[in-house]
């Protein structure tokens, strides 16, 4: 039962990673991240109740709170105040994205393999969904052009780094893991102040034109 | 309190005290004031090293050991030279009328929180705390660099700020990995973080997970580092951070991120056997010195220059601690050294001449700058006969430390290569001063020249140049012994 529930978890953060390749609307990306931090949030909790490691609870509870809800609105907020909220053209078009990205999943999945863990039952699907997310957060973070789509990418790798913590290790160190939470809440926070100068100076968030600085 | 703490506490206040409001005269003090008993603190706590007891705090989670008594020491000077500098800096720009409030709010507040996050990197022992303090240097620096508020420093912010944070997220990635690779090992609480902890844990690490946890920590912490190929954030930010701001990141940030590098390569050393890191230090670092060279030649502004030398410098850091020999490690940590006190004047002269010329990009500063501001030229000169590595300076002979090192080993080839990216770069930086210095002494058309005077600014740029000079004859015995106990540790002698 308890595997069952972590593999699903698991998937359907895969799956809104892909979900988040495919979509263009800003608004949207945004919710799916948060549906991903929820299912995380999910993953935490039921590793904590299934193994009795209650700390975890705490990782769950911050994983809800501020990245299923307090960044998604900020970041919801701020695509509101500046009125732009649709990604332009990829460098890559969605369907030879979504290709690329399958790929990307058998080499998460390849690589999970290694791990002590990861080369039988629920830590392998954890590990390899987790390699994988990161490795679409980067696509993500290569071909997209708007700042915000680049600050959910950023956040989908800190998830999948999150998802390895939860699944590989009996659980970081509390102190460890709230200074982790406060450091990410803040550099959001700096990010989107930049995003919205960004926008005031060059009423666009199309980072593909900051490209000033060369040599 | 423990010494060690209130090293960590004195410039974290002196930013709050700086980023409120207050007369001008009385933020400068403050801000001098604070970092020079933070560097005073430094030094009380390397004593207290040196003398035999390791300051540590929070369960080991905060320890000096040589290493981190050592990037204490040289962050906390470079503190004192940047707020010092900083103070006639911005006295500069006031004058010229382009200053606000927000600047002078976020310029006396962000260059301490600055410094408070080089010292407390320096200060951890556990890799947790590390990579929350190396995000926090992230943050702090953001709107040192967005301080101008120009098109281009916007977008130095933002590729700063997401290369960054993606280089941090593969840390984090890479310590959890290192944390997993351990479990069973590790006990309970922040004390499984601890690298001492790790380092006993090491020899029953996991070797796959590793190996993939030691290349994330190391690409991570080398993107903070500016090992190439992740260095592309360093020349924007460079030239947009205002000169006291760079200097912390060409000093403080590079030892800081060095020593996270150095915690990483060690773990690795004591649980895969020395070649795996090494083999990886020494190829980034190379790469990051022959990358240096043909930036050097093309470039177009005189900060990114330094900022390119400056990724030349962590390359030989680099390569001298992957040469793995222990000579090398002692020629990396001099080199370490000598580098810290020799940027600070290159930087300051620079700044010095951008600030007169009101842009740092060659085509407006031009030729024959001798003539105009004959002080910050003369002081640009020393400097790059300094940093290139000429004799009888410091860096000759720490580079001559890690050459020889180098020769003597099993790395003939590639410290052959090394060696003739050094002679490139030391060409390439003579072409490029040389070109800034002499010439006619008009001023390109439409560039405003200020007259160069004698003001705080540029005298701290000639304490700092006596400093340089003087350390290539005499190196302070306790520097020394501080430069031998980081080498232990570097080397792994108890």
Same mark, same amino acid.
């Given at each position: ?43 935490a ?53 979504? +290709? ?15 791990? +002590? ?10 590990i ?9 957060? +980067? ?26 913590a ?50 | ?19 409120? =409001? ?17 560097f ?7 004593? $207290? ?9 929070f ?12 990037? /204490? ?34 310029? #006396?507040?962000?260059i301490?929180? #600055? ?41 130095a ?7 960054g ?17 351990? $479990? ?10 601890? %690298? ?9 690490? *996991? ?5 993939l ?7 991570? #912490? =080398? ?7 992740? *260095? ?19 000093? =403080? ?25 090494? &083999? ?16 050097? !030649?093309? $470039? %177009? ?13 962590? &390359? ?16 990396? /940590?001099?080199?370490?050294? #000598? *580098? ?5 004047v290159?930087?300051?002269?620079a700044?010095? !001449?951008? $600030? ?30 300094? @940093? ?20 003597? &080993? ?8 090394? !060696? ?12 490029q ?5 002499t ?9 405003v ?29 306790? /520097?020394?012994?501080? @430069? ?11």
């Amino acid at each position: 039962m308890t595997s069952n529930i972590l593999i699903l978890c698991a998937t359907g953060m895969l799956v809104s990673a892909y979900l988040m390749v495919g979509q263009k609307a800003l608004l949207t990306t945004i919710r799916l991240y948060g549906a991903q931090s929820l299912l995380l949030g999910i993953v935490a909790t039921t590793i904590a109740l299934a193994e009795g490691r209650h700390e975890l609870l705490v990782t769950a509870a911050l994983t809800v709170t501020l990245k299923a809800a307090l960044i998604p609105w900020f970041l919801l907020r701020t695509v509101d105040r500046i009125g732009i909220h649709r990604e332009i053209e990829p460098a890559l078009n969605v369907p030879a994205s979504l +290709l690329v990205c399958l790929g990307l999943t058998v080499v998460g999945y390849r690589v999970s393999t290694g791990f +002590l863990e990861g080369a039988r039952g629920v830590g392998h699907h954890l590990i390899g969904v987790a390699l994988s997310l990161l490795l679409i957060g +980067l696509f993500l973070m290569v071909t997209r052009k708007k700042a915000i789509t680049q600050i959910l990418a950023l956040l989908t790798v800190e998830n999948a780094v999150f998802l390895v913590a939860i699944g590989v290790t009996e659980g970081m160190p509390l102190i460890v893991e709230l200074g982790i939470s406060f450091d990410v809440i803040l550099a959001v926070l700096v990010l989107g102040i930049l995003v919205q100068r960004i926008v005031g100076r060059f009423e666009s968030m199309d980072i593909s034109r900051l490209s000033k600085l060369k040599g | 309190m423990n010494l060690l703490l209130w090293t960590l506490t004195v410039p974290l206040v002196t930013a709050g005290v700086g980023g409120l =409001g207050g007369s001008r005269p009385f933020k400068e003090l403050t801000m001098v004031g604070g970092l020079a008993l933070t560097f005073g603190l430094c030094l009380a706590t390397a004593g $207290q090293f040196l003398s035999g007891h390791m300051p540590a705090a929070f369960g080991d989670a905060l320890r000096v050991d040589g290493l981190s008594a050592l990037v /204490l020491v040289l962050c906390g000077f470079v503190g004192l030279l940047s707020a010092a500098y900083g103070v006639g800096y911005l006295r500069r720009n006031e004058r010229r009328g382009i200053v606000t409030p927000r600047m002078r709010r976020e310029f #006396y507040g962000l260059i301490p929180a #600055y410094v408070f996050a080089m010292l407390f990197v320096a200060a951890s022992n556990n890799l947790g705390v590390m990579w929350i303090a190396v995000e926090l240097t992230t943050l702090a620096s953001v709107f040192l660099i967005t301080f101008h508020d120009r098109d281009t420093s916007l977008e130095a912010a933002w590729k700063f700020l997401m290369l960054g944070s993606l280089g941090l997220g593969f840390a984090l990635l890479g310590t959890v990995l290192l944390f997993a690779a351990a $479990q069973g090992h590790l006990g309970e609480g922040l004390g499984a973080l601890n %690298w001492t902890t790790l380092m006993e844990a090491a020899p029953n690490m *996991h070797p796959f997970t590793v190996r993939l946890g030691v290349v994330f920590a190391l690409i991570g #912490y =080398g993107t903070k580092a500016g090992l190439a190929p992740m *260095h592309t954030w360093k020349p924007d930010a460079y030239r947009e951070a205002p000169s006291p701001a760079v200097v912390l990141m060409a000093v =403080g940030m590079l030892n800081g991120a060095l020593y996270c590098i150095l915690r990483i390569h060690l773990i690795s050393k004591a649980a895969l056997g020395p070649d795996f890191s090494s &083999g990886l230090l020494l190829s980034l670092g190379l790469l990051s010195v022959l990358i240096a060279v043909p930036f050097i !030649l093309i $470039q %177009w502004n005189l900060k990114r220059l330094l900022a390119y030398s400056s990724i030349e410098h962590v &390359g030989i850091m680099a390569v001298g601690v992957g040469l793995g020999v222990e000579a090398g490690a002692f020629g990396a /940590l001099l080199h370490m050294t #000598y *580098h810290s006190l020799a940027k600070p004047v290159a930087l300051f002269s620079a700044g010095t !001449l951008a $600030q007169l010329h009101g842009s740092s990009d060659l085509d407006r500063i031009g030729g024959g700058t001798l003539g105009r501001a004959p002080v910050a030229s003369a002081l640009l000169v020393l400097s790059a006969v300094i @940093i290139t590595g000429s004799p009888p300076f410091g860096l000759f002979f720490s580079e001559m430390t890690i050459l020889r090192a180098g020769f003597s &080993g099993s790395h003939v080839i590639v410290t052959s290569i090394f !060696l003739a990216a050094l002679i490139a770069l030391f060409c390439g930086f003579a072409y490029q001063i040389g070109r800034i210095v002499t010439g006619p002494p008009a001023a390109p058309s439409g560039t405003v020249v200020e007259p160069e005077r004698m003001d705080i600014a540029l005298a701290v740029a000639c304490i700092a140049a006596v400093l340089a000079v003087s350390s290539a004859f005499y190196l302070p015995a306790p /520097l020394l012994a501080l @430069i031998h106990a980081a080498t232990q540790v570097v080397w792994g002698t108890p």
